[in-house]
């Protein structure tokens, strides 16, 4: 930006963690965009009143500074999904399901809604939690926020993908491959961070409704009102919620069903030198989750686990068969809320004050019955009811100076984790309940108190080139007691061997230094040449049956990752045939020490500890353009090798092989054109979406394989036809659309894994699976006010 500008836009973090914001034309595009790093934070709420020579306030400038524009000026690696490639999920999927349209990403899951869960790989390192494979490597180390409010436990360091069930509410969701710059990280960004953008308040009033129905007896509907700006006060109610079954059947005719649900409120109101927010939120996502599957006939693993029944299995009882209900079931719910404020404050000229202040509760709810075999086992029951919650505050000012801009500030939280479980059997001989487990049972707590202090400077020597050094001071603290004695007080009186958490109260304290640095040269108007590198660190997770605390002595270093990016960026606007083109190419090296890679049965029982240190390495390649004014065209590409430097457990050596559930490749493409027939816009839309192989995980040796997962590809079909509404009173279109997923049926898993034989009784080195989702149809209709 010109040095003649007398004061550059208050750089304003939604929410203050530096959360990325479409813009409506980006949007309109279906363009990629990133972080400006002229931007610091990337999102902008007030623009230059150059005559009166302050700043104002404007919510509908607010998504501003998202767009390919400011992507090309960043000296970070982001991707940015607008409207295009969020659709290309389908009217029904949730959060993951678009985020699998990022070049890098890749999700596994049992369902195809945003009700169930999924295990989501940002160039390999991942967040959430799919199967009961014992080996959870490098999860919970992407960081997630919505509305700029982090959401990932600060002590299990997980997020599930049912907390943003609904992306009818998201205006776009924004990715940070990599730790990212210190004003924009939290306590887990090993591997990069989630940014789920909600639609926000507007300067004109209207409003949006949208009901789907579809294959499985899928339903939805998702709504946003806005009130436009009265008085000052702009205000936003957005939700949705949706339920369907599987397709996953039961030979009892159980469709193993989900149901989810979203609310979103937003009033913001401006004065002349800042703005004042308050912001809730509330979702949940419940579905049953049918249980793996063998590829191949197991002998002794049928369809109730004892000799007479059926065998279980892809190529006997049907590719996407289940377990009957009444042998076995398992419902899964995750659930949030979150309420939190935002200031932001033009102090004088050259100087901004921004805080957020928040409070979150998450809760888990698994609620598990296992009589496989018949044999009315001792576990019987699960019902394991996890929570935690947060408080925190984020302040920082923004110093715009000659050749500076200057961040600087920090912010604290304090997290309460309890892991709460209770295995039990009612049933004669046994007379356990949910209050007096009489198997395994756990009750712990984690108090976590995460201090950061950090410092950045965006130096512009010359118009062409941003050099952006930074660095973070963080301190992290844990304390640990055991609750069985009090929380299961007649269980442990009776059973004191069945708790799980069996070592006594303990505390950690790290402080750490995390330095980082990026750059962004243009040597030509249309080209330009980034690169960064940070570190990073976070808490090992604990929590489950056992690990660190719980059965394993809190003596250990932090998880640190040490990234590098280094690309090219080709912008042309408004040019012949490059209307709104952005193209990103880069190459990532990030070095993940220190892992902690809990092993466990699909029973919950504590194995056994792994060590590893991995490193990730590829290219991520990404385009869109609008070549025609009404054709709309994107492609994301990922190549990537991930290995093991090192990973021990139980004295063996597993070094050189490659990390578990990592594709190594990933690619999509898709297209999107509209013309006109008799007053009526059409839009047919054709996508691709490939995933590659990727290696197994054996809890079998508790280590990884060389063996693979094949790759598999959909290609998916839309059309969405917009009538306009003449004469209506405040109606101003319908749309009705039509989304083909996974048009040929192809039949693949999204998951697969080597069992040890616990889960299933029996095939120890066979590999179980999660079939993904075969061909399903679904018809929406819109209306615009």
Do not use: C
């Not at 928040?358 to 009315?376: F, P």
């Not at 492609?635 to 490659?658: C, D, I, M, R």
């Not at 059409?682 to 490939?690: M, N, S």
């Amino acid at each position: 930006m010109s040095k003649k500008t007398p004061l550059r836009p208050l750089i304003l973090a939604l929410a203050g963690s530096g959360m990325i914001l479409l813009s409506p034309a980006a949007f309109a595009d279906g363009v990629t965009a990133a972080t400006d790093s002229s931007a610091k934070n990337p999102v902008n709420v007030g623009q230059v009143n150059a005559a009166a020579n302050s700043v104002s306030y404007l919510g509908s400038q607010e998504a501003q500074s998202l767009t390919q524009k400011s992507n090309f000026h960043s000296g970070q690696s982001i991707k940015v999904l607008g409207k295009h490639q969020m659709a290309a999920a389908g009217p029904v999927g949730g959060s993951a399901q678009a985020l699998s349209y990022a070049p890098g990403v890749s999700v596994a899951s049992y369902g195809y809604t945003g009700a169930t869960k999924n295990t989501i790989s940002i160039n390999g390192i991942k967040q959430g939690w799919v199967s009961p494979s014992g080996g959870q490597v490098d999860d919970g180390s992407i960081s997630v926020t919505f509305d700029g409010v982090p959401m990932v436990d600060p002590s299990t360091g997980l997020w599930e993908s049912p907390q943003v069930p609904q992306t009818g509410i998201l205006q776009g969701i924004g990715i940070t491959y990599g730790p990212g710059n210190p004003l924009d990280r939290w306590y887990n960004n090993i591997g990069g961070q989630i940014d789920f953008v909600p639609l926000q308040p507007t300067a004109k009033p209207g409003a949006s409704i949208k009901m789907s129905y579809g294959s499985y007896n899928t339903k939805n509907i998702v709504f946003n009102i806005r009130t436009g700006s009265v008085d000052g006060w702009s205000t936003i109610l957005a939700g949705g919620a949706g339920s369907g079954d599987s397709y996953r059947q039961s030979p009892d005719g159980f469709a193993n069903p989900s149901y989810d649900y979203a609310w979103f409120l937003k009033s913001r109101k401006t004065f002349s030198n800042g703005d004042f927010s308050l912001g809730a939120y509330l979702a949940k996502g419940s579905g049953y989750r049918p249980v793996p599957i063998p590829l191949n006939p197991i002998g002794g693993v049928t369809m109730d686990g004892t000799p007479n029944s059926p065998l279980y299995s892809q190529a006997t009882s049907g590719f996407y068969s289940s377990l009957p209900y009444g042998v076995w079931n398992k419902e899964d719910s995750n659930s949030t809320w979150l309420v939190y404020s935002k200031l932001n404050v033009a102090l004088d000229r050259m100087v901004g004050a921004h805080n957020m202040v928040w409070y979150r509760h998450g809760q888990r709810l698994h609620v598990h019955y296992n009589n496989y075999g018949l044999g009315n086992p001792s576990n019987l029951y699960e019902f394991n009811n996890p929570y935690d919650s947060v408080y925190g505050d984020k302040l920082w000012l923004s110093v715009k100076l000659p050749y500076n801009d200057v961040d600087l500030g920090g912010f604290f939280l304090k997290s309460r984790y309890n892991s709460r479980n209770a295995f039990y059997n009612s049933n004669a001989p046994y007379y356990g309940s949910l209050q007096v487990p009489n198997a395994h049972y756990r009750s712990d707590y984690w108090d976590q108190t995460d201090l950061a202090a950090f410092v950045q400077d965006r130096i512009s020597p010359m118009d062409n080139l941003h050099i952006t050094p930074g660095v973070r001071f963080i301190n992290y603290q844990t304390n640990y007691y055991p609750a069985p004695a009090t929380d299961f007080a007649q269980a442990y009186a009776l059973y004191p061997n069945n708790n799980q958490g069996v070592l006594p109260a303990a505390n950690n304290s790290f402080t750490k230094v995390e330095p980082s640095v990026d750059f962004n040269w243009q040597p030509l108007q249309w080209l330009a040449v980034f690169a960064s590198y940070a570190q990073a660190y976070k808490e090992p997770n604990v929590g489950g049956g056992g690990g660190l605390y719980q059965s394993t002595p809190a003596i250990y270093n932090l998880e640190k990752s040490a990234d590098y990016n280094a690309g090219i960026k080709v912008h042309f606007n408004e040019g012949p045939y490059l209307r709104n083109f952005l193209l990103t190419a880069s190459f990532y090296h990030l070095h993940y020490t220190n892992q902690y890679i809990p092993i466990s049965d699909a029973n919950g029982n504590y194995l056994g500890d792994g060590n590893g240190d991995s490193i990730y390495q590829g290219v991520n390649i990404a385009f869109a353009d609008d070549p025609l004014y009404n054709l709309h065209v994107f492609a994301n590409l990922n190549f990537e090798k991930a290995t093991f430097a090192h990973y021990v457990n139980a004295g063996v050596s597993y070094n050189g092989l490659p990390v578990s559930n990592v594709p190594d490749s990933t690619f999509n493409i898709g297209a999107a054109y509209n013309y006109f027939v008799s007053g009526i816009m059409l839009q047919p839309r054709l996508w691709y979406q490939y995933v590659g192989a990727q290696s197994l995980f054996s809890n079998l040796t508790g280590a990884p394989t060389n063996q693979q997962m094949p790759a598999y590809g959909t290609i998916n079909l839309g059309l969405d036809s917009t009538v306009p509404t003449h004469g209506v009173p405040l109606l101003k279109d319908v749309k009705l659309g039509v989304d083909i997923l996974n048009l040929t049926n192809n039949h693949y898993n999204a998951f697969e894994y080597i069992t040890s034989g616990g889960l299933l009784g029996g095939g120890a080195g066979q590999v179980l699976a999660l079939p993904g989702a075969p061909l399903t149809v679904y018809g929406s209709i819109t209306a615009n006010f």
